[in-house]
């Protein structure tokens, strides 16, 4: 404890992507001694070179937090000289949608045969309630090397090591709310590992807040993404229906918006994207089947969301043939690949899925994306395709909006197309006879 207080405690971050590489950042600022562990070695490689993979992280912060002791490693070994070891290894789905569980599993394989007493271990990627006590911590005991426990209440041995679960809330491209304004909340396998990562959180954020296991941790974080999910689906489909009356849903949720109490705007869009809220919910389903538990809240909106896509390809088809002409064969030019907003991150982007789907209907499709130059081979995709330059729009058949990047100039993009088709009301204002929402 008195090494997190005098900023002496050696923070091992491992995962040093989206949510690593910033919270490496973070530590390091508070001038903690910090090694960022990662099995990508061209990930370590730029990192050791001062230079950054993630676009809203400069090379420039890497290059100080080098200055101030930052390295980076593939090698596990190096885990037994920290103090606190955080994971935030990736928690996709596979291709049966059920929980990948082999990042976690394999990092707490890595770690453990270099595991110390006193150690404080903590788990960050979200996943189902009871990961941390029922996977993590069963191989750390069973892998160590000195018979380690880990501390539980009452169990009372000055050899333990120590484990919690703390979720990660990132909100990329939010630049509302300061990293370090955003609660932490810590659920320890003990009360003295929470307090120890509570006293290792405060130290980078103003609030933790403590809860009473891991389990509960897990399932907070899972609650807030299913919300979100089941929120955005409500919207979605109050789309579909308002685009059926003639009534912008826009205009609507604006107006529900200045009640002072009672309703969170969520908006409607071209489906959900991200590694978070179309992978995180099915991560509670699948544990709730083990409980004979149907989460239907969970299926339906996933199936609400998951139709967006197609919703937008036939919204295409049908803008297309108002105008005499054919999907097959027509030239499309897709706007933003990137699963939202001014970010740099494609992960299961919506845009991927409607670039494949107007594809299989015979269209020449093409995109833009000012953050991702180019778009290789995904998990579910392989599509080897560059950013096209912003110009001679007149040239498409359609241009398509699914990410509505600040930086484009949507008015001059309805006035150089043939047709403009909006997933995001973009064009929010502007009318014209080229121009559909969708
Ligand atoms: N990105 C977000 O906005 C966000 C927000 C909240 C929660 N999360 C959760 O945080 C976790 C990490 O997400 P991310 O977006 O940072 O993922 P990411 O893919 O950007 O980064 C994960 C990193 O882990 C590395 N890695 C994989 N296996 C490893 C191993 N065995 N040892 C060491 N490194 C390994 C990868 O090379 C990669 O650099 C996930 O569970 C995700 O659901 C992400």
């Known amino acids: 404890m008195s090494r997190i207080e005098n900023r002496t405690a050696k923070v091992g971050l491992i995962g040093l992507g989206y949510v690593g590489l910033p919270l490496v950042l973070l530590f390091n600022e508070q001038n903690f001694p910090v090694t960022g562990f990662d099995v990508d070695t061209n990930k370590v490689r730029i990192l050791t070179q001062g230079g950054s993979y993630i676009y809203r992280i400069p090379a420039t912060e890497i290059q100080t937090a080098r200055g101030r002791g930052f390295r980076a490693t593939a090698d596990y070994s190096l885990i037994d000289e920290m103090d606190a070891v955080i994971i935030c290894v ?4 596979d291709e049966h949608r059920e ?13 453990a045969p270099y595991l110390r007493a006193g150690q404080l271990i903590v788990l960050e990627s979200t996943t189902y309630p009871g990961t941390t006590e029922e996977v993590v911590v069963p191989i750390l005991e069973k892998n160590n090397r000195h018979g380690l426990k880990a501390d539980r209440a009452g169990l009372d041995d000055p050899n333990a090591f120590f484990v919690a679960f703390s979720p990660e809330r990132e909100d990329p491209g939010n630049d509302t709310v300061a990293r370090c304004d955003i609660p932490k909340v810590i659920g320890g ?26 389990a509960v941790a897990e399932m907070t974080k899972l609650l807030e993404n299913i919300y979100r999910c089941v929120n955005i689906a409500l919207v979605n489909e109050l789309k579909l229906l308002c685009l059926r009356m003639d009534l912008d849903i826009w205009e609507v949720i604006a107006a529900a918006s200045t009640k002072p109490f009672g309703f969170h705007p969520f908006y409607p869009g071209p489906g959900l994207g991200g590694h978070c809220i179309p992978v995180d919910p099915f991560y509670l389903s699948w ?5 004979d538990f149907q989460t239907r809240f969970i299926e339906l909106a996933g199936e609400i969301n998951a139709n967006m896509p197609y919703h937008v390809v036939a919204s295409v088809a049908s803008a297309l043939n108002r105008q005499k002409k ?28 409607i670039i494949e789907l107007l594809q299989k209907e015979g269209a020449e499709v093409h995109y833009n994306d000012p953050y991702i130059p180019v778009v290789g081979k995904g998990r579910k995709y392989d599509l080897q395709t560059r950013s096209t330059p912003l110009e001679e729009l007149g040239n498409y058949d359609c241009v398509l909006i699914v990410t509505d990047h600040s ?13 403009v088709v909006d997933t995001r009301n973009a064009t929010k204002g502007m009318s014209a006879s080229n121009l559909v929402r969708c």
Do not use: H
């Open 189 to 214: 396998l003990s009360p003295q590992a929470s307090q120890l990562a509570a006293a290792l959180y405060g130290s980078i954020f103003n609030r933790t807040i403590p809860v009473s296991s891991p």
């Open 90 to 93: 990736p928690t996709p789905l």
């Open 407 to 419: 930086c484009y100039d949507y008015a001059n993009i309805v006035k150089e197309a043939q047709l």
């Open 99 to 111: 929980p990948d569980m082999s990042y976690i599993t394999s990092t707490v394989q890595s770690i």
């Open 287 to 291: 544990k709730a089947k083990e409980f």
């Open 326 to 353: 054919v999907l097959n064969g027509a030239r499309v030019l897709v706007l933003g690949v990137a699963y939202k907003k001014d970010i740099d991150d494609l992960r299961e982007s919506p845009s991927l899925t």
